[in-house]
Nanobody, 114 residues
Framework: QVQLVESGGGLVQPGGSLRLSCVVSGSIFSMYTMGWYRQAPGKERELVAR???????NYEDSVKGRFTISRDNAKNTVYLQMNSLKTEDTAVYYC????????WGKGTLVTVSS
């Protein structure tokens, strides 16, 4: 059974940075196309970044140029470096395989506020 464990969230001021991590256990991580999703209060969960098996990234327009997704297959981990954070980035962030859609982890809360 695949488990997803996100970490790295916290409270940060606008313009600040955070680095999120997601450890994937239980299967062949290197085969997955991984995505970072977020769900803001009262909104649907949305995909903000994805990375293919061979590390090709793709970003939603609102985070392009500010967020960087990466992966370390040896550590079964996907990262999201978030720079120039805005208040509208406040959300719970989750990772998942964009095709297989494993059971969601608990996510990690990112709060951007002054």
């Amino acid at each position: 059974q695949v488990q997803l464990v996100e970490s790295g969230g916290g409270l940060v001021q606008p313009g600040g940075s955070l680095r999120l991590s997601c450890v994937v256990s239980g299967s062949i991580f290197s085969m997955y196309t991984m995505g970072w999703y977020r769900q803001a209060p009262g909104k649907e969960r949305e995909l903000v970044a994805r990375i293919s098996r061979n590390s090709n990234p793709n970003y939603e327009d609102s985070v392009k140029g500010r967020f960087t997704i990466s992966r370390d297959n040896a550590k079964n981990t996907v990262y999201l470096q978030m720079n120039s954070l805005k208040t509208e980035d406040t959300a719970v962030y989750y990772c998942n395989d964009i095709n297989l859609m494993f059971n969601w982890g608990k996510g990690t809360l990112v709060t951007v506020s002054s």
